[in-house]
């Protein structure tokens, strides 16, 4: 069965620091990945998504980035965190045009 | 372009009465349409989801859902709620053009209450 996976599973970091988020999948290969964020009280909104390694698309423009080293790796990124970053981050996977499975998300913090 | 309008961000019902959580897409390719629910902190958990077949979708603790092409809805519905049904319920659409990846277009979502 795949799994999905995310950590941390809680961080708080100064504004101006950097970030990294990790989503790593287990069985299954070549995925599509997806990066969500959710505000406090609000629904989800898609960051990145990626079809194979190497492959990124943006869907908003922000002060995050994104990288797939590896076909189950997924990295979610800043050089420089601002307040406005704040929120759960939720990765998934699916299958092609298939349903979305979910990992359990991180909760950053911004100070 | 594609698009969901889930009517309420909020919904409370008491126990044991009728869940009932509205969902109005757009689309103009015949969709695929998925329901989540998202529990305190948690990531989002598949409920059930249309893919062109029976039009009347079950899916897990008893949630069903119909496909009504004429109304472009897709309620999501329970005879009977539990306390262990509040939580966050979010509506989604697929994006069935394959250069977009496979994305899904999400609701706002409903926080649905349950009163004892």
């Known amino acids: 069965s795949q799994t999905i996976h995310q950590w941390p599973a809680t961080l708080v970091q100064p504004v101006g620091s950097p970030l990294s988020l990790e989503c790593t999948v287990e069985g299954t290969s070549n995925p599509n990945l997806y990066w969500y964020r959710q505000a406090a009280g609000r629904g989800l909104q898609l960051l990145f998504y990626?079809?194979?390694?190497?492959?990124i698309s943006s869907e908003v423009p922000q002060n995050l980035s994104a990288s797939r080293p590896q076909d189950r790796q997924f990295i979610l990124s800043s050089k420089k965190l601002l307040l406005s970053d704040s929120g759960f981050y939720l990765c998934?996977?699916?299958?092609?045009?298939?349903?979305?499975?979910f990992g359990p998300g991180t909760r950053l913090l911004v100070l | 372009a594609q698009s969901v309008t889930q009517l309420g961000s909020h919904v409370s019902v008491s126990e044991g009465a009728l869940v009932l959580l509205r969902c109005n897409y757009s689309s103009s390719v015949p969709p695929y349409l998925f329901w989540y629910v998202q529990y305190p902190n948690q990531g989002l958990q598949l409920l059930l989801k249309?893919?062109?077949?029976?039009?009347l979708v079950k899916g897990i603790n008893g949630f069903e859902a119909e496909f009504k092409k004429s109304e472009t809805s897709f309620h999501l519905t329970k005879p009977s709620a539990h306390m262990s049904d509040a939580a966050e319920y979010f509506c989604?659409?697929?994006?069935?053009?394959?250069?977009?990846?496979?994305?899904?277009?999400f609701g706002q979502g409903t926080e649905l209450s349950v009163k004892p």
């Open positions: 989604a659409v697929s994006d069935l053009r394959r250069r977009q990846g496979g994305k899904l277009i």
């Open positions: 990626s079809v194979g390694i190497g492959q």
């Open positions: 998934a996977w699916a299958r092609g045009q298939e349903t979305q499975y």
């Open positions: 249309y893919t062109s077949a029976a039009t």
